[in-house]
């Protein structure tokens, strides 16, 4: 089993900074790919970011020199730092660790962006 703990979300104002953090437990391997997914009210679940265990990252084009996402590997913890946040990036964030089998999810932690 696989346990993901997200923190650090919370309310923001434009053109703010966040960083989230996301502590896996459990049968974990650096070997697997870690992420973060957003789901807005009303709208589906869409990728963020992702990274795998090289390092190489994927981001969506809505946060590209924005966003960052990284992991250490001997926290078993994957981070996403967020700059100049937008009113559109509120959304409940989860976190994600992708095996060949299955995909695990964090319980998700709230991003609001206003003024």
């Known amino acids: 089993q696989v346990q993901l703990v997200e923190s650090g979300g919370g309310l923001v104002q434009p053109g703010g900074s966040l960083r989230l953090s996301c502590a896996a437990s459990g049968s974990i391997s650096s070997l697997y790919d870690m992420g973060w997914y957003r789901q807005a009210p009303g709208q589906q679940r869409e990728l963020v970011a992702a990274i795998n265990s090289g390092g190489t990252t994927n981001l969506a084009d809505s946060v590209k020199g924005r966003f960052t996402i990284s992991r250490d590997n001997a926290k078993n913890t994957v981070y996403l730092q967020m700059n100049s946040l937008k009113p559109e990036d509120t959304a409940v964030y989860y976190c994600?660790?992708?095996?060949?089998?299955?995909?695990?999810w964090g319980q998700g932690t709230q991003v609001t962006v206003s003024s």
């Open positions: 994600s660790y992708q095996t060949i089998g299955a995909t695990y």
